[in-house]
């Protein structure tokens, strides 16, 4: 035992000597005892409890109070000392307490049991700490307990019947715990109960008609809990009642007239349940009435309370029902009190109600949401007290009257999704309180008046969708409580006024959608707030300023579709970036420089003249999801850092000048959904581990000098949409498993060297629907009958393969289609009938095809006919050739004789006449060797030709003959 623990015991020792010695003097001594063990199992940080010593008299003590005689202990205080740990069980030896107030602290554990036996206890105050369990059944037992308070802790279980017992209660605090259950009907048993607070828990079933029975309750609250039915005729009973808060339950049916009996009720909420039907007019009837919420329910019908005799009414919410009509005519009286009016989210109609004018006491007014419509009247200024003004999503039109300027405790004006037109008239800047001014989704125009900058309290402007016009005031710096500036989707032209810079709180700043040009202005760099800036569809330019790389709290950065030019490198120094967007602009160099952005999660560079690989230092940014760096000018392989990028969903690279192969590793990548390498010049084989890539929507390798097969892989990615590797050297077969990718609707495989058949299994992908594009391949067979399943096919392209036989009736079933291509292969036969409304061009080049846009297949037959006939006119002619081919070769016979004959008188008989004749044969007949396979039969006739078909006789018919003759059944010419 060490020396600390041997002094504890010591001590220990001792004061129980001492106070055993004193128990025949004192109880208050014995009361120190046990008070000690208390707090021992306190932990006191603050040290609240250090006067507890037993050198000091208990009554000394902190947070005691004692007996007038000072020998008892009859209060124990220490509510909000910062103590924890757990209520110890040894308190019920201080058999004198009244009261125990541990509220406000951080104990925890249950309620002990044994303060059952503090049978003098009248207060229990536990509220607001971690206490759980449930409460323990000899609570009961305490009977003379007027206050409970125990709520805002963690307890569950049910409410005990038990509470009956205590008779004395005038206050039962259960709210905010984990009660289940029901309301138990003992409760009616409690005839002093003044306050009941059950609100915050889970409690459910009816509220039990007998309330009823305590008839000295001022105070019942249950909102947000599960009760249901209805509200009991019996609360009527409760003429003390002044507060009644039921909303946010599932209470139906409507308000019992008996309720109208509590004209001491000044709070009535029964907002959020499920009550419909008209608001009866009796609720008039509540005179006292200060609060009244009855919004968020089933209510119909028009407002029929009159603030004629609610005369004390202050708030009164009626949003979200389906109120219909406009506020009564003599709703307001002059000396009203109402200064909250709330009917947002109804069905009321007409003009502003001017009736309202005459609530001279209005703070706050909410009619937005409804079918209000009109000009705004210029007597709002009426209104002097008005602090906010919510007028949005109505119809009102006309501009915004110039006395807006008068309502000078004006601090939130919401006009935003109306029809409002004209100018903003520069008595706004009168306005010292404005803090928020929503005008967005009208139809304003003109310029923004520099008076605007007046209003020093401004903290947020929303002008979004309008038509202002001209250039942002250059006083905009004077607003140093800016923190939203939302002028988007304007017609604001020129630049950025520098002022801008300085105002230092603001945090978004959205100028995009307008005409405005120029650079940036240097001042920015004041903006060390910002943490959302978008200036996208705009005509800004030039080189970023270098000092935006001072903005350490961006967020979200969207300067796309601009101008801009020079690095990216301003733009990188926030750590806390979450999105950037630099499409379509100028922006040259490397990418890199986002290593320390972690977060960052969309990155879109899209549409540069970027340069260089693409930076390994990508692979740290382990929260992307969205990578587009599409139509640069990137060079090299993808880096293998890259696939730490675990939670990529759109990788887009497409439109550069990427290398190497298709990694294997892509295949990691399993939150992929979409991913574009098309228009680069990747080789290589597609590799099959994307298959594992199951979520992928769209895969995009079009337009690259991929080689091998499709990998059966293919048909893994069963959530796949669009699939489009055409433009490619692909080869082999399309894979069958393409037809377990039953949601794709794009596939294109055109412009490979593909063959083999037209998958029979592609009719199983019903959801085809944007187009079929197998063309400029060399597939071959028929083209599979089930193709004509896909009703949907609006394209469907078969072109420049090899394919025969007969297009499939079926494909005349494909009402969807409006682009047929079939063109330049070898198909025959008739087309189906409802192919006539395409283009003879979609099936050229199948020359047995008919059938309509193309001749009638009767027409084709004849037209056949009509080509023999042309053959056997070439025949007779054939024949009148040959015929004079061999009477010139008799009469060339009989000269070449009498030559022979003229010559044996002139010149002796020798060898040469010999050599003569042989020449002469074969200059008639030709070489023996070179007329093999050289016959032509024509009507039983021979002609002989040359190698090049041609006969250099005089006497010979030079005709081009008919060269498409076909071979009849006997295996002769025709």
């Not at 201080?94 to 309620?111: M, P």
């Not at 509200?231 to 339950?249: D, E, M, R, T, W």
């Not at 009550?275 to 028009?302: F, H, M, R, V």
């Not at 020093?456 to 942002?472: C, K, P, V």
Request: charged residues 15%.
């Amino acid at each position: 035992m060490g020396c600390t623990e041997m002094s504890q015991s010591v001590l220990f020792l001792a004061l129980f000597i001492t106070v055993s010695v004193a128990v025949d003097v004192g109880n208050n001594l014995t009361d120190a005892y046990w008070l000690l063990r208390i707090k021992s199992e306190l932990v006191d940080r603050e040290g609240v409890l250090d006067s507890w010593s037993p050198g000091a008299h208990i009554c000394g003590w902190s947070g005691l109070i004692c007996s007038d005689d000072q020998n008892h202990v009859l209060g124990l205080n220490l509510s909000a000392s910062g103590l924890s740990g757990s209520i110890s069980n040894e308190l019920w030896h201080l058999t004198f307490l009244q009261i125990l107030d541990f509220s406000y602290n951080s104990l925890t554990g249950s309620i002990p049991a044994e303060l059952g036996q503090l049978q003098n206890l009248r207060m229990l105050l536990l509220y607001s700490n971690s206490l759980s369990g449930k409460i323990p059944l000899e609570i009961g037992l305490l009977t003379k307990l007027e206050v409970v308070r125990i709520g805002d802790n963690m307890f569950t279980g049910e409410i005990l019947p038990d509470i009956a017992n205590l008779t004395e209660l005038r206050v039962l605090g259960l709210g905010y715990c984990q009660f289940s259950g029901s309301i138990p009907v003992e409760i009616g048993n409690l005839k002093n109960l003044v306050s009941l607070d059950l609100q915050s828990n889970s409690l459910g079933g009816f509220i039990p008609k007998a309330i009823g029975g305590c008839k000295e309750l001022q105070n019942f609250a249950a909102s947000n809990n599960k009760l249901e039915g209805n509200i009991p005729s019996s609360i009527g009973l409760l003429k003390s009642l002044q507060v009644l808060n039921l909303a946010n339950n599932s209470i139906s049916g409507s308000i019992p007239f008996q309720l109208s009996h509590l004209t001491n009720l000044r709070y009535l909420n029964l907002a959020g349940n499920r009550l419909g039907g008209e608001i009866p007019s009796n609720i008039n009837q509540l005179i006292n009435l200060e609060t009244l919420d009855l919004s968020k329910n089933n209510y119909s019908g028009t407002i029929n309370l009159l603030n004629t005799q609610l005369k004390n009414l202050q708030t009164l919410v009626l949003s979200d029902n389906a109120l219909t009509g406009t506020v009564p005519p003599d709703f307001c009286l002059s000396n009203s009190n109402l200064q909250l009016f709330f009917l947002a989210r109804n069905k009321l109609s007409g003009d502003f109600p001017g009736e309202v004018l005459r609530c001279m006491s209005l703070k706050q007014i909410d009619f937005s949401n409804n079918k209000l419509q009109g000009v705004l009247p210029r007597r709002l200024d009426k209104l002097e007290n008005l602090t906010d003004l919510l007028l949005n999503n109505n119809s009102f039109f006309g501009s915004l009257p110039p006395e807006i300027g008068n309502l000078t405790n004006l601090e939130n004006l919401y006009l935003f999704d109306n029809m409002l037109t004209g100018t903003l008239p520069i008595e706004i800047g009168k306005l010292q309180r404005l803090s928020t001014i929503y005008l967005y989704d009208n139809q304003m125009s003109g310029s923004i008046p520099r008076e605007l900058t007046n209003c020093s309290s401004l903290r947020e402007i929303d002008f979004f969708g309008n038509h202002f016009t001209g250039s942002i005031p250059w006083t905009m710096g004077k607003l140093k409580n800016l923190v939203i500036l939302q002028l988007r989707q304007n017609e604001l032209s020129g630049p950025i006024p520098p002022s801008l810079g300085y105002c230092k709180k603001l945090q978004q700043l959205a100028l995009a959608d307008n005409k405005l040009s120029g650079p940036l202005p240097p001042t920015f760099r004041f903006l060390s707030e910002l943490r959302i800036i978008t200036l996208y569809n705009n005509s800004f330019q030039g080189p970023l300023p270098v000092s935006l790389y001072l903005l350490k709290n961006l967020k979200i950065i969207n300067f796309s579709h601009n101008r801009f030019s020079g690095t990216i490198h301003p733009l990188t120094g926030s750590s806390s970036l979450v999105a950037l967007d630099l499409t379509n602009n100028s922006f040259s160099g490397s990418p890199s420089g986002l290593a320390m952005s972690r977060n960052l999660s969309r990155l879109r560079l899209a549409y540069n003249h970027l340069t260089s690989d693409i930076p390994s230092e990508f692979g740290q940014l382990r929260e992307l999801s969205f990578l587009d760096l599409s139509f640069n000018n990137l060079t090299g392989a993808l880096e293998p850092e890259l696939s730490n990028c675990k939670k990529l969903e759109h990788l887009l690279l497409n439109g550069n000048q990427l290398t190497g192969e298709m990694p294997q590793w892509l295949g990691s990548l399993q939150e992929l959904g979409e991913l574009d390498l098309s228009s680069n010049k990747f080789h290589g084989p597609i590799p099959a581990e994307l298959g594992t890539c199951s979520g992928l929507l769209k895969l995009s390798l079009h337009s690259n000098i991929l080689s091998g097969g499709i990998p059966n892989s293919i048909g893994n990615l069963t959530s796949l949409n669009v699939l489009n590797l055409q433009r490619n050297n692909l080869s082999g077969s399309v894979p069958s498993t393409i037809q377990q990718c039953k949601k794709l609707y794009e596939l294109r495989l055109s412009e490979n060297f593909l063959t083999g058949l037209v998958p029979a299994e592609l009719g199983t992908m019903t959801e085809l629907q944007v187009i079929l594009d197998l063309s400029k391949n060399r597939l071959c067979g028929e083209i599979p009958s089930s193709l004509g399943n896909l009703m949907k096919l609006e394209r469907l392209n078969l072109s420049f393969n090899q394919l025969q036989g007969e297009v499939p009736s079926s494909l005349g079933r494909l009402t969807s289609l409006h682009m047929l291509n079939l063109s330049n292969n070898h198909l025959k036969g008739q087309l189906p009938l409802t192919f006539s409304e395409f283009p003879p061009s979609s099936f050229s080049g199948n020359d047995k095809l008919c059938g309509p846009p193309l001749l009638s297949c009767s027409q084709l037959v004849d037209q056949q006919k009509n080509k023999l006939s042309n053959n056997e006119v070439a025949g007779i002619i054939v024949a009148i050739v040959f015929t004079s081919t061999v009477i010139c070769l008799v009469m060339l016979y009989i000269m070449l004789r009498m030559r022979y004959n003229w010559r044996k008188v002139s010149i002796s008989n020798a060898d040469g006449g010999l050599n003569e004749k042989k020449e002469e044969e074969r200059w008639v007949y030709g070489d023996e060797k070179q007329r093999n396979g050289e016959y032509r039969r024509v009507n039983s006739a021979t002609m002989v030709h040359s190698r090049d078909d041609q006969i250099s006789t005089p006497c010979l018919f030079h005709l081009k003959l008919d060269t498409r003759v076909t071979e009849n059944s006997q295996g002769q010419w025709m």
